[in-house]
């Protein structure tokens, strides 16, 4: 068995075989970008921002040092890539594919810019080796590491590149920016845990980062895994009519996860802390791009990192992969406190994606105009929803200002202001438009058989399916298509003229992530055999949850139908860890209290931290050292009616 942290992200490794796979053996029956989705290219080369193109291009490149070349970082899986900008040289060309939005083309040549950069004296940031940019303070004697990375592998190959070019320091610090997975995974390929311990090195994050970056990736993080498969495109080719970039980076790496707990909480803003010579003044946000994130002013340095609270896209205010929704309002308002406390002083800003922005009229234009455009989707969503308009409706009533679209990280090449507008509906009304009807719908694939025999059949939709594809006219043929698929999903016709309606619709979008969306449904689509996938929630995970999590997240597999009609309580004890709770079954709900435990209950279970953990992660598995005092019929009820979750659950197909 591999240790725990060589099991991450199992899904993303099946993903990547069936890439290859798909790579050097599928028929590619995707299409070319029509006369309708060329003509919407067209028009994109009027937007203002043409107008200031080499400013990106500038900053992406300013302080290179050094890179890799070729840049392909292998996986500690045999025979696996955790990172390969090789794939992505397509984009370089100075020709663009018609296949792909001229916004997102060129925000994907600005991506593909990698290697150790300089941005400011003793600051430095590794960017193109992952999706997010590593970003690296000199101290006195030894660095100061800010946001590691998505996997081991590529945190390990930045800081070789980082050793190789400037000399060989020791980490001092690290620090997490927020509880994102592609912002802290790459920790032990940076530091080791021991180093931690003893103390030689100190683990900076906001308060309240552990519950945050397990309870967003737990919880729900079979469905989010999935979601992100579509999000990311981690299925599709890398070519022109495939993968691109997700607009915030190329996709997030693939491979070892890890996370070391933080040593220092950092709990209001103004906090000082001090590392090996380098002062930092943090900046809390709270409900802003994360539930908890810090941004740092570094005045030695005259340099403000904003880690995600600016990019240079407008990013999403709810994640196509699904989390918690964010808030407009207050990320505006953080931006706001950030260009008030520092924006006068700072010389250059810095983020954790993308290129650092150089000098303070450019420092102070970023932060404002970001936080215009946020509290410009709150503000105007609200107007909307004051005046009766429903979420669809509002969202395609909104466009940004236009005093803003000169400004490249203005554009939707993450988030689109659509995006934002639903998402913020849904954080000030929820999923109701106030209309009755909506309370309650039938379930998709019976009302989708419905819809089929009121349009008149399958055979005689789908002529008209054709007539409308002909006009260019795809969310119409996709929005209606869809009737077809869930009605018979066997129906390959109408499963092809939806995938060619998404299709095109990913060819036109300026957003990667929507892209990917459109292009991984139609893939889906197309498919003849459903795609099977391996459960990815890391060990190493499950390993720092507390025992109250990891039972919260057992209580998530209970499957109502097993569970119909038990009743009864069992003691658990951790033998290891002396942890122990009390476990009630009953009204089909599993409940707890930690430390109590009950001389009436009906079991006792006594077993290692380890197997409780690798009950919550896989309850199929046999579960080693248990021991059973009392009714042992009942442990063995508890753990059957306990689910496993399909990874590679249907999305477009019913």
Not at 157 to 174: H, T
Not at 311 to 328: C, E, K
Not at 392 to 404: K, Q, R, T, Y
Not at 548 to 557: A, F, H, P, T, W
Request: glycine share 6%.
């Amino acid at each position: 068995m591999l240790c725990s942290h060589m099991k991450f992200f199992r899904v993303l490794i099946s993903i990547l075989c069936l890439v290859l796979i798909c790579g050097t053996g599928f028929a590619d029956n995707r299409n070319d970008a029509s006369e309708y989705t060329i003509a919407i290219h067209e028009k994109m080369n009027d937007t203002p921002a043409w107008d200031n193109n080499d400013e990106d291009f500038d900053f992406a490149t300013r302080g290179f040092i050094a890179t890799d070349d070729p840049l392909t970082i292998p996986s500690v899986y045999p025979g696996y890539i955790s990172w390969d900008m090789e794939a992505y040289k397509y984009l370089n060309n100075d020709t663009r594919p018609d296949t792909i939005n001229p916004l997102l083309y060129r925000q994907s040549q600005l991506n593909n810019i990698n290697g150790l950069f300089e941005v400011t004296d003793g600051i430095y940031q590794v960017r193109g080796y992952d999706v997010t940019s590593m970003s690296l303070i000199k101290g006195d004697t030894g660095w100061i590491v800010i946001d590691p990375m998505t996997s081991v592998e590529t945190a390990q190959a930045a800081m070789e590149l980082v050793n190789r070019s400037l000399g060989d320091f020791p980490v001092k610090a690290v620090i997490y920016s927020h509880p994102h997975a592609d912002h802290y995974q790459g920790v032990k390929g940076v530091i080791t845990e021991e180093e931690v311990k003893t103390g030689d090195v100190q683990i900076i994050a906001p308060e309240h980062f552990m519950e945050h970056a397990l309870s967003e990736n737990v919880y729900a993080g079979n469905a989010m895994q999935r979601r992100a498969t579509y999000q990311y495109g981690i299925q599709l080719p890398k070519d022109a009519k495939g993968n691109v970039d997700i607009g915030l980076g190329k996709s997030p790496s693939v491979g070892v996860a890890s996370l070391i707990a933080p040593t220092i909480d950092i709990t209001h803003t103004g906090q000082k802390v001090s590392i090996d010579g380098i002062d930092m003044e943090f900046h809390l946000t709270t409900n802003t791009e994360a539930p908890v994130e810090l941004d740092i002013w570094f005045p030695q340095k005259k340099a403000l990192l904003m880690a995600e609270d600016c990019t240079a896209t407008l990013h999403n205010v709810l994640t196509l992969r699904g989390a918690q929704v964010r808030d407009p309002l207050a990320w505006a308002n953080a931006l706001d406190e950030a260009r008030q406390l520092y924006g006068d002083q700072a010389e250059v800003v810095f983020c954790s994606h993308h290129w650092p922005r150089f000098g303070n009229d450019k420092v102070i234009e970023l932060l404002e105009n970001q936080r215009d455009l946020y509290k410009y989707i709150n503000d105007q969503t609200l107007n909307l929803i004051n005046k009766g308009y429903t979420m669809d409706e509002i969202a395609s009533m909104i466009e940004p200002p236009e005093s803003l679209r000169e400004f490249w990280y203005t554009y939707g090449f993450y988030g689109q202001i659509y995006m934002g507008v639903k998402a913020t509906y849904q954080k000030y009304l929820g999923f109701y438009d106030g209309n009755p009807i909506n309370l309650k719908r039938l379930p998709p694939e019976e009302f989708a058989s419905y819809m089929t025999e009121y349009m008149g059949g399958a055979e005689s939709t789908m002529i008209r399916l054709q007539e409308h594809y002909d006009a260019g006219e795809y969310e119409l043929v996709a929005s209606i298509a869809h009737y077809l698929v869930f009605a018979d999903p066997t129906n390959m016709a109408a499963r092809e003229i939806e995938a060619a309606a998404l299709e095109q619709l990913g060819y036109q979008t300026e957003s990667g992530t929507a892209r990917n969306a459109y292009l991984s449904a139609a893939q889906d689509l197309r498919r003849e055999e459903p795609i099977k996938e391996m459960s990815g929630i890391s060990e190493d995970i499950m390993k720092a949850m507390t025992m109250s999590q990891l039972l919260d997240y057992i209580s998530v597999r209970v499957n109502k139908e097993k569970v119909n009609g038990e009743n009864y309580q069992m003691n658990l004890i951790l033998s290891d860890s002396g942890d122990k709770a009390l476990i009630q079954v009953k009204n089909d709900v599993l409940v707890y209290r930690v430390d109590v435990q009950s001389s009436e209950a009906d079991v006792t279970v006594t077993m290692p931290r380890k197997t409780l953990e690798q009950l919550a992660l896989n309850p199929t598995l046999a579960l080693e050292d248990v021991t059973v005092t009392g009714d042992s019929g009942l442990f063995d009820r508890f753990v059957s009616m306990l689910d496993v979750f399909d990874p590679g659950f249907n999305i477009v197909l019913p």
